[in-house]
């Protein structure tokens, strides 16, 4: 049974720095592309960044490049996005998603499976 737990979520000040940190279980790892998505009440679900499966390529929304990193460890089956420079705009329950082969379906929201979430607040 395919897991992927998301951690690290919280409540931060505009201008703090936040790492989320999805670990995934009862999957080839690497032959999955990986993404985070997030989410506010009453709008779509809403791509963020999406990482290969062999960490080689990444892709993000505009409106988070430069300030937000994907990154994996494939020996740990895990994904993290390291978010900085955090504004209340990006105040938004926050989902680790999974898509085997490429990234291209995953950063459309085309994805395999799905974490539970996790809830980032942004406070000015």
């Known amino acids: 049974q395919v897991q992927l737990a998301e951690s690290g979520g919280g409540l931060v000040q505009v201008g703090e720095s936040l790492t989320l940190s999805c670990a995934a279980t009862g999957l080839s790892f690497s032959n999955y592309a990986m993404g985070w998505f997030r989410q506010v009440p009453g709008k779509d679900r809403e791509f963020v960044a999406a990482i290969t499966g062999d960490g080689s390529f990444t892709y993000y929304t505009d409106v988070v490049k430069g300030r937000f990193t994907i990154s994996r460890d494939n020996a740990k089956s895990a994904v993290n996005l390291r978010m900085n420079r955090l504004k209340p705009e990006d105040t938004a329950v926050y989902y680790c998603?999974?898509?085997?082969?490429?990234?291209?379906?995953?950063?459309?929201?085309?994805?395999?499976?799905w974490g539970q979430g996790t809830q980032v607040t942004v406070s000015s």
């Open positions: 998603a999974a898509r085997e082969g490429s990234i291209y379906y995953i950063s459309k929201g085309e994805t395999d499976y």
